[in-house]
Nanobody, 121 residues
Framework: QGQLVVSGGGLVQAGGSLRLSCTAS????????MGWFRQAPGLEREFVAS????????LYADSVKGRFTISRDNGKNTVYLQMNSLKPEDTAIYYC??????????????WGQGTQVTVSS
């Protein structure tokens, strides 16, 4: 049924940048919206950003708007999350998912394994 493989997480200092990648293997998700979610310790998983199948429509959580950019390359079966001006409150496990363009996790049918992003002050 395919997999979503996430990479790019790590430890960065506040104000720094990271780029997360989510690459589909085994099948293409080019006809799906792709989303990013995150879950911090002790908190519920929350929406970060989403992009429609063509890359022409996007959604962002207010907490990341202006700092994060979602993009996709359907030829590479990959969606990206460019994270700039990182803050300690961005520390979380980040997940990518495929489904419908939405801020609700229930709209997504396929999920990657997640990658840890840690932002130090």
């Amino acid at each position: 049924q395919g997999q979503l493989v996430v990479s790019g997480g790590g430890l960065v200092q506040a104000g720094g940048s990271l780029r997360l990648s989510c690459t589909a293997s085994g099948r293409t998700f080019s006809g799906y919206a792709m989303g990013w979610f995150r879950q911090a310790p002790g908190l519920e998983r929350e929406f970060v950003a989403s992009i429609n199948w063509s890359g022409r429509g996007t959604l962002y959580a207010d907490s990341v708007k202006g700092r994060f950019t979602i993009s996709r390359d359907n030829g590479k079966n990959t969606v990206y999350l460019q994270m700039n001006s990182l803050k300690p409150e961005d520390t979380a496990i980040y997940y990518c998912a495929a489904g419908r363009l939405s801020s609700h996790e229930g709209s997504y049918d396929y999920w990657g394994q997640g990658t840890q992003v840690t932002v130090s002050s």
